[in-house]
């Protein structure tokens, strides 16, 4: 078992147990992924009510698909966020990957692959906040890559303390209840 317990007023440390091994990521992933997205959009200055479409590749490559988007469907940045956040909705942290990922590399003029790009923003988040035992591979968190998604309590709880100072992710994840709006064909 792996643990660790830290004050987020005074960041000291309550409980520890193999703080330092290097474990399956999950779910939590999608903290990574929805900071990454909230400092994209403080960056660029798009609001996250803009419209992501749903693509077959996205939802091939995703697994839990909660809210049963269908390819072709429109879903706000704000509500993939809260989708990603709240249900651990892996479609849906997909969609947004691969539509922040996709803006990255038409902003620096470059080709590739969207989802590649926002899980390399993913990594350097992880560095730039000293979290050294960690690689992500996927916006999702699920096992399903050639490289599996890794990291450690330390980590994780470093990677939690920044996302508690960003107002934006507080407002997130406070939400008790949120309505998700999936327009499809036009239609809501």
Known sequence: ???IAVDLYNKKIHLVSGA???RPVGGLVKIATALVALDWSDVTRVNLGALATVSTYALQIAGYNGFNLQPGDQVSLRDLIYASMMTSDHA???VLAE?????????RGRGGDPVSEFVSQMNKLAAREGMTRTRFTNPHGLENSRTAPYSTASDMARLTL???TRAPFRFYTNQKTRD???FRAGQR
């Open 162 to 164: 920044y996302a508690l």
């Open 99 to 107: 539509f922040v990922g996709a803006d990255i590399l038409r902003r």
């Open 92 to 94: 849906a942290a997909t």
């Open 180 to 182: 998700i709006a999936v």
């Open 20 to 22: 330092d091994t290097k």
């Open 1 to 3: 078992t792996t643990f």
